[in-house]
Each structure stands twice: as C-alpha cells, then as structure tokens.
C-alpha cells in the first residue's frame, strides 16, 4: 500500500480552509491596553468515498477546496486515512453519504474522525447527508437491536464534536446523541419543484401514518388538500408493505406521495395503486433519499407513477438512472447550513424552524 509523502507540519496556507477573520481582546496582556488582536479560524471540509460528487458541490458552494484525506485499503480491505494538510486547530467537516456498502461508508467516516481529533483539530463535524440505520430507531419486537443508538455511539467514541444530518428518519435520533445535532430538511427545495412542476392544484399524500406530519407541513406550505394511504407491513418482513385504503379525496386530482426516503418503492408503488384506484387522474412521488434498493427501479417503471423527485443525498450511478426519476441538489442547503454553524450563527432559521420535527 502506498502513502503519499507527509506534507510540512506547518503548512496551513488555506488551500483547502476557509479563512474568517475574527476580532477579539487580548486578555491579560500587561502592554495590550484593550488592543484588538486579529486571528483566523479555519475551515476545512474533506469528504469519504461514497458520495464526493456532493462534496465537491458543497465545497464549491462554501467557496473552499475539499482537502485530501489519502483514503487508502490494505490488502485484507482495511481503511486506511492522512490527512495531506495540517488540521491542528481548524474546524473540520468531514461528509459521508451512509451509501452502498453502508458498513464500509460508516467505517471510512469513523476513521477519519479519529484521524482529524488525534491530528489535534480544534472541532470535528460529521456530516451524514443520508445517516443510517435510522429505521432501527427502537424495539419492534423482542431481542432486536437498537441499531441507531449503536451507531450514534460509535460516532461518540471516534470523538465527534458535532453531527449535521439530512431529513432523519425520526426526529429523535437527535436524542440518541451526547454532543449537538443540526437537523437539515430538504423540504424547501422539494417545495420548490412541486411549484414548479405540479402547480398548487395538488392533493399531497402521506404514504403511511409515520409520514404524515411531514406531508401535513408541505400540504400547508403549498395551501394543498392533505389525503392518507393506510398501509400494512408483513410481520416479521421489513421490505413488504401492502396499502389497503386511502382517508381523503383524490377523485380527479393530481396526487403526489411524500416520504423520506424510497428504498425498495414498495410502499411508494403500492400507494399509487390505491390512489389511482381511487380516481387519482396523475399521481407522483417525491422523498429525500433515493436508496433505490433493488427492484426499486424496476418497480417505478412499472408503477403508475408519473416522475419521482430524490435528491442528490444518496448518489445514483448514471447506469441507474431512469426517465422517471428526476434528482435534486441538497449542496447548497448543506453549504448554508455549515457555514452556520462554523461562524456560531443559528441553523434553525434558515429554515424558519422547520427542521425540527
């Protein structure tokens, strides 16, 4: 395995930081007389493997270069990180999409955490565009795991300062956490589309109980009709829902079904039968994460979905993507929202506190 050559302990010129001058009093300085000393702090933003196409928008955005993290593998698959520039004092972000092969886009984050606290950074930030595990958020039966708390735990020990996600699962993943959470939502730049593509003359559809206050949220930003898919998972299956019924009117109307994420688009699929079935004349469907486990794809083409609106949360190989799948840029919400926080300023209102729930 080879590694590339240490660079000089003391080069931070700021190739790969953001510099902000600050002002502030020299304390207990005998000749400083109140003298305003100036300092920089700095900015430095470097991204794991699963998903650099967004890092590098979000980076562009913010207006800095990625750093290069040297991510390598030894022979027997272990990761291996060095950080080309120094890190000692810099505020550090490091972006990981929790894609395909999730377990080994987890590790790389891991280990490049630990890897930026032991080079001395003065904060370390891990922001997970698509966090996972979040459906294992609590016990539905007896003698399973509370995954998404591990994960939060792991993230504790690798020494994390900080965490910046997108559109959880469920809010109180925040909780399962010990150090700060920035809860980022993709809705207005889904709300956007939904302007510019549907009109206002659309009945939003919650495509199970879980979803309904985000549907609910969007409903009442587009002043919309708000309609329910009744669903029912197999027991003991985790990718096999059936929808049974649909509260609300749909005769007539263009519908679009919003969730969080679309894994294997059983749900998805299966709510657009019901509302077609319904007298739905036009139905589509819109959510942050495009997982698109297989036979997702395949099933969407089939579907009487019209288009499908993900972002670009989760990468979609260009051999995967198809007509009806349309995908959106979270860079510049994720850029705002991480020079937020890196000049101590609030991230709630950008997003008028609508991040929350």
């Known amino acids: 395995m080879s590694t590339p050559e240490r660079s000089p302990a003391d080069d931070v010129d700021g190739r790969h930081s953001h510099e902000i001058p600050t002002l502030a009093t020299a304390p207990g300085s005998a000749d400083s007389g109140g003298q305003r000393v100036v300092s920089t702090r700095r900015l430095q933003v470097y991204s794991g493997r699963s998903n650099e196409a967004l890092a590098a928008d979000i980076a562009t955005a913010l207006g800095v270069e990625l750093g290069e993290a040297n991510l ?56 997970c565009p698509y966090y996972a595990y979040s459906r294992q958020d609590r016990k539905a039966a007896g003698r399973e795991p509370i995954t998404a708390k591990l994960l939060a735990n792991m993230f504790s020990t690798a020494g994390v300062d900080r965490m910046v996600g997108v559109d959880l699962h469920s809010g109180q993943l925040q909780g399962f956490f010990d150090v700060p959470v920035d809860h980022l939502t993709a809705l207005p730049i889904l709300t956007r589309w939904v302007r510019g593509n549907l009109g206002s003359d659309v009945v939003i559809v919650s495509p199970d109980a879980g979803r309904v206050k985000v549907a609910e949220r969007l409903a009442r930003s587009l002043s919309a009709d708000l309609a329910i898919v009744h669903k029912r998972r197999e027991v003991g299956s985790v990718n096999l829902a059936h929808a049974l019924d649909v509260v609300g009117d749909v005769d007539g109307r263009t519908c679009l079904l919003v969730d969080d994420m679309i894994d294997t688009a059983g749900t998805i699929c299966a709510g657009s039968e019901q509302l077609i079935a319904h007298g739905a004349t036009e139905v589509h469907a819109m959510a942050t994460h495009g997982v698109f486990s297989d036979p997702a794809l395949d099933r969407l083409k089939n579907s009487a979905i019209t288009r499908v609106a993900v972002t670009d949360s989760l990468p979609l190989a260009p051999d995967r993507r198809i007509d009806k799948v349309e995908v959106l840029s979270v860079a510049t919400t994720v850029a705002e929202a991480l020079a937020a926080v890196f000049q101590e300023e609030s991230v709630s209102e950008l997003f008028g506190g609508e991040n929350q729930s």
Do not use: W, Y
Not at 89 to 110: R, T, Y
């Open 72 to 127: 390598s593998e030894f022979a027997d698959g272990e990761v291996h990180c060095r950080f080309q520039d120094s890190v000692r004092g810099a505020d550090v972000f490091i972006i990981q999409s929790h894609a395909k092969p999730v377990n080994k886009a987890i590790m790389e984050q891991l280990i490049m955490i630990d890897a930026a606290k032991r080079a001395s950074a003065k904060r370390v930030t891990a922001v």
